[in-house]
């Protein structure tokens, strides 16, 4: 029997994180905006849930560590954790709103510099601290399924 070889970072290139990923975009960016609502907050959740574990997967993958189930374990577990501590714990509440903030500065610099205006000043997001939003943890299991059943390639010859 044949062995095949998985692709690297198969998992995120997947359909349902990269759908997991625009629904996100979309919600947070308009959704959210147009409908507030508890469906478009939760909403956001369990697509970060689906598609993050995936990325760190595929980062690890794509950086030279080995295709290995337990690293996709691994981050789904950093991902639930980190998830949870953000929504329950104060200072990680705190440390995810400046370092999210920080991570997207460089944007509005540039949107500034193209708009020809003076850029904002570094400052962190705003971020509703709900812990009903745990109840979208379970999205982490489409993540490790779409992980483990990933494509893969035929060995090459």
Partial sequence: MAHRR?????????PVPLGALAILAA??????????GLVTGKLSDVAGLVFFPLLLQGIWEVGGGAVRPRVLALACVATALGFAAVKVFPPAHLLYEHGLGLLQWPYWVARAELLG??????APVSLEADPTDLLALPAVLLAWAVGRAR???PPSR
Avoid: S, T
């Fill in 117 to 122: 205006v003076w850029p904002p000043p570094l």
């Fill in 151 to 153: 494509g893969a390639e």
């Fill in 27 to 36: 919600n947070d960016h308009w959704g959210k905006a147009a409908w507030p």
């Fill in 6 to 14: 998985v692709r690297r970072a198969a998992g995120f290139l997947h």
